[in-house]
């Protein structure tokens, strides 16, 4: 085993260490925490936006924004009116357990229902960091290609549930959405997969419906 | 410094050491190498095809497809007529130096003007490892987004040169072309951006002669 696998192990074991205090403290405050996944320009932070509005009055959701710099994306969400924390990564491409902890210190936990963690825009190394979620979600616009699923496998796998996004621009790709459904499933069975688009609305009630579901669990 | 920075240091140093035993047999060969990066779906592979065929019987190409499983892009590339070498990074977010001194000791460099590196889709870590190459390039499809370069600005200082694609989408987003560029500039002063469709062709031309003039130096 060479120094490169032996650190990163001793990475992944300090994380999963905290990941699991994450998850304790979630479980004991009633949190229910998303880990929201997907490349740059997947579509998250809109989806996010569409799904706040729809939720907000239901429940109270609070939400983790992971960005390498800039706090763009959380100024957009604090103008759906939630607890919004930026992480700034400064270059790193995923959030770990030790930030979302951090950034939950910040936040009030007893009043929230459902946290949301936008992670890093990359469709690989996400996956790798148990941040001490509940569950991870992975959105997959139509305009990457239906050829992902199988390329970049273990997102997918790690996933309970597939947002296939910009559902709308279908017609102008050569998206094989039979092909892409049939990869999903074989990669995990029991995946949940949702059509959606934040232009046409596609989708997303029945997405915010069964996101409901999770966090009233 | 903590013992995960100080690993980094090190991954890295081994790493740039063997990009600059690359970079002078490269030299030494003739060979011009371009490291091609972007996001998963921003188009590589595709532009890499139409770009093989603009090209394949002006200069010997030769690509190095990175990917984290499957051979996909290496069977498409194949198809175009010209040496590939796939490389599967088993799950890694990137290629790296060693990955390639490994990979061209299959391939003939002596009978090589140009070789193209497609790197695993990903628009943060790539941007991290020198692999030997002359230049980057960054693909930026329209779907992704235009608030893009200023949210992952280290690809785009690396890039010498952004393409812009999937440009025939352009009327179906709220895209600011002139935003980005102006970002993109702002981030890079001399970079050399390409408007480009594959599914128009728009832009392949002047991309295509832009490239045959590097390979050409």
């Not at 809109?46 to 509005?53: D, G, Y």
């Not at 946290?115 to 890093?120: A, D, K, P």
Request: with cysteine; net charge negative.
């Amino acid at each position: 085993m060479n120094l490169e696998v032996k650190l990163m192990k001793n990475i992944l074991g300090a994380n999963d260490e905290i990941a699991t205090q994450n998850r304790k403290i979630f479980s004991e405050r009633g949190v229910v925490v998303m880990n929201l996944m997907g490349s740059p320009g997947s579509g998250k932070t809109t989806l996010l936006e569409k799904t706040l509005a729809l939720l907000a009055d239901k429940i109270k959701i609070a939400v983790i924004e992971g960005d390498l710099f800039t706090a763009k994306d959380a100024e957009r969400i604090e103008r759906a009116g939630v607890d919004v924390i930026q992480i700034n990564t400064a270059g790193g491409c995923h959030l770990d357990a030790p930030m979302i902890q951090k950034a939950c210190a910040a936040l009030d936990l007893d009043a929230i229902d459902l946290l949301i963690v936008e992670n890093v825009g990359n469709l690989v190394c996400p996956a790798e960091f148990d941040i001490g979620e509940n569950f991870k979600a992975v959105v997959l616009s139509i305009t990457e290609g239906d050829d992902k699923p199988l390329k970049y496998p273990l997102i997918f796998k790690e996933s309970e549930v597939t947002l296939l996004n910009k559902i709308d621009l279908l017609p102008f790709t050569n998206f094989d959405l039979r092909a892409a459904c049939e990869d999903l499933t074989t990669l995990h069975p029991t995946i949940k997969i949702f059509e959606t688009s934040c232009t046409t609305g596609a989708g997303l009630g029945e997405w915010a419906e069964w996101l409901l579901g999770k966090a009233a669990r």
